[in-house]
């Protein structure tokens, strides 16, 4: 066996840049994954899985499937692609820069609309940075700098499982050498998350009221008056976390979908925004989103030095229209305004609502993941891919907007097209149909 070190796990945001894989002499089997967390692990060892499905398949009549050939998967696709008035090409999180760059090409062929995971997690943050900028940070400078933590709806003990103990709360860095002692760790959630349980304070807001919570921070920090009880939390309370933040030297606020998918959405991270640009008039501080997909960054930023916008790019004008709640992925099957889908690297299946689901489910549609989901369920068409960053390398951003370039470490099975093989044989199929 050979030990391959320095390895990037493609599984959440956090990216983590230290794991070791053991893979045999040949490089054709993986064997065993060191300092991953069980999440990212599992990854890693899905590749090895005795039933994975290597080949692509197509939907029959009667709801079995019939083992196709990637060429076949290829025609269908573009066929689809090109007959379509808008497609929607959706995902985009779990694969690499150059297939979402491929992707780009290929939607803006096709006249798509082009939309990412963001869509149903941080594509508000992405409105609200838009509104009012963000100061921000790599985690590096969190590592070695923050010496106060707040996560505010977020619980990275089970969505980013390393992230406490590579970055935020306990490692310690050129400035934080005391590591967790000489952090004061803040969680704002409605719930008593296995977070919340490490943190020093935790403040219970009531379900849907961070805008309020986040207003009386803002009155807080000035000494002003607040009211006896806010979003739940007593005004001592407040005025408490709001002294351990303006105290610290370096302040981090980490934020996750339990404040960008509530009540008052974008304006929720404004406000939060404001919070950290209040704050560095007593001291540093900095905001982050806890991006969930490990490359959802990266597909933002491709999209963003290719269309300008970071995600519901409407391509089907012939240019790229930007408009949340109107070319979003859900508002467009909602209304049936797209008369096919494209998936690649996500499971909307698995987190769309119900009503959507269907729509997908009676549409033309290709579904290109390296895994059975309910996605692939609901699909006419399924094509299975090399694992990125498993059996394929290429660029992918942490949650911190860092490019890191992924690692390959086993084979893929015989015969298996990567996404950006696949992407790349599509659009060469659709340019042919269209004779440019
Ligand atoms: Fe992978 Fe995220 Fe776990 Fe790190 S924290 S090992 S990136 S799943």
């Known amino acids: 066996t050979k030990t391959v070190t320095d390895v990037i796990c493609p599984f959440c945001g956090t990216l983590c840049d230290d794991l070791e894989v053991v893979v045999s002499d040949d490089g054709k089997q993986l064997l065993e994954v060191y300092n991953a967390c069980a999440i990212g692990a599992e990854k890693f060892l899905h590749s090895q899985a005795e039933d994975r499905i290597t080949r692509p398949r197509m939907r029959q009549e009667d709801g079995s499937w019939k083992e196709i050939t990637y060429d076949e998967a290829i025609e269908y696709t573009a066929k689809m692609l090109v007959d379509s008035k808008k497609p929607l090409m959706y995902g985009w999180s779990s694969t690499n820069c150059e297939a979402q760059a491929t992707g780009s090409e290929l939607g803006e062929l096709v006249g798509a609309v082009m939309d ?21 940070c790599t985690l590096g400078e969190v590592k070695n700098r923050a010496d106060r933590v707040l996560f505010w709806g977020c619980n990275p003990a089970h969505a980013h499982p390393r992230h406490m103990s590579r970055y935020s709360i306990f490692p310690r860095g050129f400035f934080t050498g005391k590591g967790h002692t000489g952090r004061k760790v803040v969680v704002i959630d409605p719930r008593p998350t296995d977070t919340a349980r490490v943190a020093d304070v935790h403040l219970q807001v009531e379900q849907g009221r961070d805008y309020e919570l986040l207003s009386a921070f803002r009155i807080a920090f ?4 607040l009211p006896d009880v806010v979003a739940g939390i007593p005004k001592e309370q407040i005025y408490e976390a709001a002294e351990t933040l303006k105290s610290g030297r370096f302040v981090i606020i980490f934020f996750g979908m339990g404040v960008t998918q509530s009540l008052g959405k974008n304006h929720n991270i404004d406000i939060a925004i404001a919070v950290t640009r209040d704050l560095n008039e007593y001291t540093k501080a900095a905001i982050m989103p806890m991006r969930g997909h490990y490359n959802v960054t990266g597909s933002g930023q491709v999209w963003g030095w290719q ?22 992925a859900n508002d467009l099957l909602r209304r049936d305004e797209v008369d096919s889908v494209f998936v690649l690297g996500s499971d909307p299946g698995a987190h769309f609502p119900f009503s959507s689901v269907k729509k997908m489910y009676d549409l033309p549609s290709v ?9 692939t369920e609901v699909c006419k068409v399924h ?16 949650m911190d907007n860092v490019p890191i370039e992924t690692r390959k470490v086993v084979e893929a099975p015989e015969g298996m097209m990567t996404d950006e093989e696949f992407l790349d044989r599509v659009l060469a199929r659709v340019k042919e149909i269209k004779g440019v």
Do not use: M
């Not at 000035?222 to 008056?225: D, H, L, M, P, Q």
């Not at 579904?367 to 996605?375: F, Q, R, S, W």
């Open 116 to 136: 990412n995971t963001a869509t149903v997690c941080h594509g508000t943050s992405l409105i609200a940075v838009q509104d009012i900028g963000i100061p921000s």
């Open 222 to 225: 000035r000494g002003e008056k």
């Open 307 to 328: 269309f300008g916008f970071p995600f519901a790019v409407d391509l089907s004008r012939g240019f790229a229209r930007y408009n949340p709640g109107e070319t979003t």
């Open 367 to 375: 579904a290109i993941d390296p895994h059975e989901t309910p996605t």
């Open 383 to 398: 094509v299975p891919v090399a694992f990125v960053g498993v059996e394929i390398g290429g660029c992918a951003y942490r």
